[in-house]
């Protein structure tokens, strides 16, 4: 689990296993072995050294498979859990539902 999102966010910055390592200051070996899944329990150092290098939060690599973030985009997770990191927290998010609202309306008009 941890494996499969270290790779698609590594992959995704166009960052290469080697890159990763240098950067984060473990061995290439071991973030291998994490990326196929052989090294399933890292340390809390070892995972905020990736997290910060892969430039998102902890919680992105380590949450459990079937969470809700799983089934949508990773841009959209990164986008609520910027949100989060600002103080906005979810009932100030429905304060915004009304200019959400107007921005889809605004858009369907343009497709007409």
Not at 51 to 60: P, Q, S, Y
Not at 61 to 74: F, N, R
Not at 90 to 101: G, H
């Amino acid at each position: 689990m941890i494996g499969r999102k270290i790779v698609e966010l590594r992959k995704k910055r166009g960052m290469t296993l080697s890159e990763l390592a240098e950067r984060a200051n473990i061995s290439k070996s071991y973030i291998s072995g994490l990326e196929r899944n052989i090294n399933d329990n890292p340390s809390i150092q070892v995972i905020n050294k990736i997290a910060a290098i892969l430039e998102v939060n902890v919680t992105t690599l380590i949450e459990s498979e079937g969470k809700p973030q799983e089934c949508i985009e990773s841009e959209w997770w990164e986008f609520v859990s910027e949100l989060k990191e600002t103080g906005i927290d979810k009932n100030q998010i429905e304060e915004y539902r009304t200019l959400i609202e107007f921005i889809k309306w605004q858009k369907e008009k343009m497709t007409e």
